[in-house]
């Protein structure tokens, strides 16, 4: 008798064992289960080169970026086309694990929790939301210069283009692309996943915080002689910009009132305004997590502070972030949050909508409307409007030192007050130049082909 008791006893303890052993699975099933599926390791999906081979990639006008053919991961004719979207759609072999092919290998494999994947040459047709000719015009306006351009609809968040270069072909990888200095960072994603020192598009920061600490600011002039003690050193221009206005500084891009203005206002402020802006968070774009910038502000020395509120110093800004909240100045303090994935179109399943997020508050209204003023007037007064036909456009240039014995970082951002058009912008092109020359042209050329 009581060696039935036991083995009753032993049974049930191994009843538990199985039943919780099925929970865990059950679990982890529910909780992992897409990512086993659309893993480099399942062989329905990736073929023994790696590649995933199921779905295709179009863009926002139904043209194919990339497919599958006869067990082959292939990208779109044209040469150009193929690196100026390399970023967007990725690699086959997960190099750019920013591209669709990796971060939205989920959607391309077309898996659900109850129908599993639905294997190769059958996944999802992935709509993203760029237009891959307005790439191409990125990609060549560029012009073989690393950097990175992007626009984006700051009402619904719809990324219209986005390019990073270097790029290469897909098509024909080239055998030098790990080791040649001219393919640095191609696998990166510049607008997405870097940081650069942002130069004087940086004063448009400094700018809301003068606007809302300094009363007085719209009435005050100031005189630059070319140059400023300030602190405990020096802050030059490029030239003596004599009597301004805030308008006529912002304008002139004058370091001297932009850092005496810094520094009036004290690195705690500066910093607060910083991270309002959301220059030091990350978005999240369709899941993609961008990279954040960083401000050493707090407790800086006066002239290092000066330096910091023109854009220098330790300033250092994610192309993204910059771009999003030119879209807030534009309309009122809050923008769209960028997204890539315009519709997925699943084997039998009805379309998922994509939601549109707003971003906080990165401007109050008032400050973003005043902002946005001058920024227009940046284009009239110094950008010129022809190189900007039939647009009511706001921009910031920026020229940003990177090093004694380095061309500075070409900046360009703004926006389009236009209801049919309502689109913020971003250029960076690294050792470009002057922002206003080299970069100015790089977004006349897109801007012109965004609104055609
Ligand atoms: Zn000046």
Same mark, same amino acid.
């Given at each position: 008798?009581?060696?039935?008791e036991k083995?009753?006893?032993l049974c049930?303890v191994l009843a538990?064992?199985?039943?919780a052993?099925?929970?865990?699975f059950?679990?982890?099933f529910a909780?992992d289960g897409s990512?086993?599926?659309s893993?480099?390791f399942?062989?329905?999906?990736?073929n023994?080169?790696?590649?995933?081979i199921?779905?295709?990639?179009?863009?926002?006008?139904?043209?194919?970026?990339?497919?599958?053919q006869d067990?082959?991961r292939v990208y779109?004719n044209g040469?150009?086309?193929r690196?100026?979207?390399?970023?967007?759609?990725?690699?086959p072999?997960g190099?750019?694990?920013?591209?669709a092919?990796?971060a939205f290998?989920?959607e391309l494999?077309?898996?659900t929790?109850?129908?599993?994947?639905y294997?190769?040459?059958?996944?999802?047709?992935?709509?993203?939301?760029?237009?891959?000719?307005?790439?191409?015009t990125?990609y060549?306006?560029l012009n073989?210069k690393?950097g990175?351009v992007?626009?984006?609809?700051?009402k619904?968040?719809e990324?219209?283009?986005l390019v990073?270069?270097?790029?290469?072909d897909?098509?024909?990888?080239p055998q030098?692309l790990?080791? &040649?200095e001219?393919? *640095?960072? +191609?696998y !990166?994603?510049?607008?997405? #996943?870097s940081?650069f020192?942002?130069?004087s598009?940086?004063?448009?920061?400094t700018?809301?915080?003068?606007l809302e600490q300094l009363p007085d600011l719209?009435?005050?002039?100031?005189?630059?002689e070319?140059?400023?003690?300030?602190g405990g050193?020096?802050?030059?221009?490029t030239?003596?910009?004599?009597?301004q206005?805030?308008?006529?500084a912002?304008?002139?891009?004058c370091?001297?009132?932009?850092?005496?203005l810094a520094?009036e206002?004290g690195?705690?402020?500066? &910093?607060?305004y910083v *991270?309002? +802006?959301? !220059?030091?968070?990350?978005? #999240?774009?369709?899941?993609?997590s961008t990279a954040?910038?960083?401000?050493d502000l707090?407790?800086?020395?006066?002239?290092?502070?000066a330096?910091?509120?023109?854009?220098?110093?330790?300033?250092?800004v994610?192309p993204?972030?910059l771009m999003?909240?030119?879209g807030?100045?534009?309309n009122?303090?809050?923008a769209a949050?960028?997204c890539?994935?315009q519709?997925?179109d699943r084997?039998g399943?009805?379309?998922l909508p994509?939601?549109t997020?707003?971003?906080g508050?990165?401007l109050?209204? *008032?400050? +973003?409307d005043?902002?946005?003023?001058?920024?227009v007037n940046n284009v009239s007064?110094?950008?010129g409007t022809?190189?900007?036909?039939d647009?009511?456009?706001?921009a910031?240039?920026?020229?940003?030192q990177?090093g004694?014995?380095?061309k500075p970082h070409?900046w360009?951002a703004g926006?389009?007050r236009?209801?049919?058009?309502?689109?913020?912008?971003v250029?960076l092109?690294?050792n470009?130049g002057?922002?206003?020359?080299?970069?100015?042209?790089v977004?006349?050329k897109?801007?012109?082909a965004?609104?055609?």
């Amino acid at each position: 008798m009581k060696k039935i008791e036991k083995r009753a006893a032993l049974c049930l303890v191994l009843a538990g064992f199985l039943a919780a052993g099925l929970a865990l699975f059950l679990f982890r099933f529910a909780a992992d289960g897409s990512h086993w599926a659309s893993s480099p390791f399942n062989r329905h999906l990736y073929n023994s080169e790696g590649a995933l081979i199921s779905g295709t990639v179009l863009d926002r006008n139904g043209d194919m970026l990339s497919t599958v053919q006869d067990g082959k991961r292939v990208y779109t004719n044209g040469k150009t086309r193929r690196k100026a979207t390399l970023h967007v759609v990725g690699d086959p072999y997960g190099n750019i694990s920013t591209g669709a092919l990796s971060a939205f290998a989920q959607e391309l494999t077309g898996y659900t929790l109850l129908g599993g994947a639905y294997g190769a040459e059958k996944g999802s047709d992935l709509y993203l939301t760029i237009d891959a000719g307005l790439n191409e015009t990125a990609y060549e306006a560029l012009n073989g210069k690393k950097g990175t351009v992007a626009v984006y609809n700051y009402k619904t968040g719809e990324v219209l283009c986005l390019v990073s270069a270097p790029s290469y072909d897909p098509r024909s990888i080239p055998q030098d692309l790990e080791t &040649n200095e001219k393919y *640095e960072g +191609a696998y !990166l994603n510049r607008f997405l #996943s870097s940081t650069f020192p942002p130069g004087s598009v940086f004063k448009t920061v400094t700018l809301a915080a003068a606007l809302e600490q300094l009363p007085d600011l719209e009435e005050r002039t100031w005189t630059c002689e070319g140059s400023a003690q300030i602190g405990g050193g020096m802050v030059t221009c490029t030239a003596a910009h004599g009597e301004q206005t805030i308008s006529e500084a912002l304008a002139n891009s004058c370091n001297v009132v932009f850092g005496q203005l810094a520094a009036e206002l004290g690195g705690d402020t500066l &910093n607060r305004y910083v *991270e309002k +802006a959301g !220059l030091t968070d990350s978005y #999240s774009v369709s899941g993609i997590s961008t990279a954040k910038g960083s401000f050493d502000l707090k407790g800086v020395a006066d002239n290092d502070l000066a330096w910091a509120g023109v854009g220098q110093y330790h300033d250092s800004v994610n192309p993204c972030s910059l771009m999003v909240y030119m879209g807030a100045i534009a309309n009122g303090g809050k923008a769209a949050v960028p997204c890539l994935i315009q519709k997925v179109d699943r084997p039998g399943l009805p379309d998922l909508p994509q939601f549109t997020r707003s971003t906080g508050r990165l401007l109050n209204r *008032e400050t +973003a409307d005043k902002i946005a003023d001058m920024m227009v007037n940046n284009v009239s007064a110094a950008y010129g409007t022809k190189r900007f036909p039939d647009m009511d456009l706001g921009a910031k240039s920026g020229t940003a030192q990177v090093g004694a014995d380095q061309k500075p970082h070409a900046w360009f951002a703004g926006f389009l007050r236009d209801e049919e058009h309502p689109y913020a912008f971003v250029v960076l092109v690294e050792n470009g130049g002057s922002g206003a020359e080299v970069a100015g042209t790089v977004a006349s050329k897109v801007l012109k082909a965004a609104v055609q």
